[in-house]
């Protein structure tokens, strides 16, 4: 079968600060909200914290070499706030200027593209202090540090992602308390989802000032959520799950409003008090393109007892990853159809797909993990089914790289294409990072269309 990608079709993999530079306590970096979280006993699985993590911060040079090794047209990575900016404030940390600097041009002389996300997760511990993302303070602090790393890496950056998956960081770290800064607030949580929408719009506003030659998008996570039955009561739950995790995000960005069953269904927390006047249009400012991340399938059924949202989640149908995450293709497909028909026609990045297994290391240290290359393949897949159906789809980024550490999870988890022993750091390139290195070379023909 001919492939499906269009040519320059943007082969990549992604990764995230806390999660691989470790460092936590070198080169002037502050404090994160991750790094408390993860200090704080029985917040992280086994007690596991990024203050090393794959010490990417002294091996960048060959994880950078292994990239190039395996073709990957892009790289996402994301600079981490609490390094460039430790008080949340002011000038940025020349140590942390000149580290991320030598990275992009080593980038660029490689002919890789860089995708440079501003936020995963890391907010200063200093402004978590001072009320983190419920306060309207903290958006405003983080228009400054876009403004600001704008200025010092934008001749340096292909592709800008100001957010990484805003719900994650509202609901995960200030309403379920499983990610930090580890709340428990649903109202406080809304606000955080309003505050980082406002802090989207204030960085786009500043990259397109201050770093005019990148493109700026977004990271949005979009699940696939149905009803279990056709019953009225599940159809709804599932709009309102649908509306809670996906739509709450997406039409502020692309139509400048939030949604108004949703506004309705939280009006009792007076939430959106929190908006105010040119917020919704500085957050639906024009983006070049749109990024998704995608990891769910959730089939949900009416619950009364649920005060969130009125819903819960049915077991998984298919197999699952090691997360316990259904395997699930066509959801794929569905999101990316879906934000193409009923939201914007921009190009699409797939910003993160990918998924953690028991990987086997084998006596002579290699990993054959046909499980992820299975997953990969049929993911991959269904994302060229959506580019035959109208989708704009210019690229794909696996998550992740590398192992690492999984939040949570600690390093329980492995997503990474290679493998990282945390005891010695080695690095050692999976059976998936051979196979995707084909899949690259071949611009995805050498995927399994048969």
């Known amino acids: 079968m001919t492939s499906p990608f269009p040519d320059g079709f943007l ?18 970096r502050g ?28 091996r960048w040079r060959e994880d950078f070499g292994i990239a190039a090794g395996l073709g990957l047209k892009a790289y996402r990575l994301s600079v981490s706030w609490a390094r460039l900016q430790p008080a949340g404030r002011g000038d940025l940390n020349p140590e942390a200027v000149a580290f991320y600097r030598e990275q992009l041009a080593d980038l660029r002389d490689k002919g890789i593209r860089s995708a440079v996300t501003l936020y995963h997760w890391d907010l200063p511990q200093v402004l978590e202090d001072e009320g983190g993302w419920p306060e309207r303070s903290v958006a405003e602090c983080f228009g400054d540090y ?23 960081a509202a609901f995960l770290g200030y309403h379920v308390g499983v ?96 908006v105010l006047p040119g917020d919704m249009e500085s957050i639906a400012a024009p983006l070049d393109f749109v990024g998704v991340n995608h990891y769910h399938r959730f089939v949900v059924e009416a619950d009364p007892n649920d005060e969130h949202l009125g819903n819960r989640s049915l077991p998984p149908q298919h197999a699952v990853t090691g997360f316990g995450w259904e395997i699930h293709p066509e959801s794929l497909r569905r999101v990316l159809t879906r934000l193409s028909t ?22 002579d240290g290699s990993v054959d993990d046909a499980d992820r290359v299975d997953y990969l393949d049929g993911y991959m897949r269904a994302a060229g089914r959506a580019i035959e159906q109208g989708v704009n789809l210019q690229g794909y980024f696996v998550w992740s790289l590398l192992d690492n550490f999984e939040w949570a999870e600690g390093y329980s988890k492995r997503f990474g294409i290679v493998r990282v022993d945390y005891e010695t750091q080695r690095r050692t390139p999976k059976r998936s990072a051979e196979w995707y290195r084909d899949v690259i070379a071949s611009n995805g023909a050498s995927l399994n269309w048969a």
């Open 31 to 58: 404090p994160s909200i991750w790094d408390t979280f993860a200090q704080t006993p029985g917040k992280v699985k086994n007690g596991d914290t990024g203050d090393t993590a794959c010490d990417h911060y002294h």
């Open 11 to 28: 082969w990549g993999a992604s990764t995230a600060a806390y999660q691989i530079e470790g460092a936590a306590a070198e080169g002037g």
């Open 146 to 168: 876009a403004r600001r790393t704008a200025q010092a890496l934008g001749d340096l950056v292909d592709e800008w992602i100001p957010i990484n998956e805003a719900w994650c």
């Open 342 to 363: 009923e939201y914007t026609g921009l190009p699409v990045y797939i910003t993160e797909s990918g998924a953690s297994f028991e990987d086997a290391v084998a006596a």
């Open 179 to 274: 990610h930090a800064p580890g709340r428990q607030d649903r109202t406080a949580a809304l606000r955080a989802a309003h505050h980082l929408n406002v802090a989207h719009g204030l960085a786009v506003a500043a990259i397109r000032e201050h770093a005019p030659a990148g493109k700026v998008g977004s990271a949005v996570i979009l699940t696939d959520i149905e009803a279990a039955t056709d019953k009225p009561e599940d159809v709804a739950a599932a709009r309102l799950s649908d509306g809670g995790g996906n739509r709450l995000f997406l039409d502020p960005l692309f139509r400048g409003a939030y949604p108004e069953d949703m506004l309705a269904h939280f009006a009792p927390t007076g939430a959106f008090d929190a």
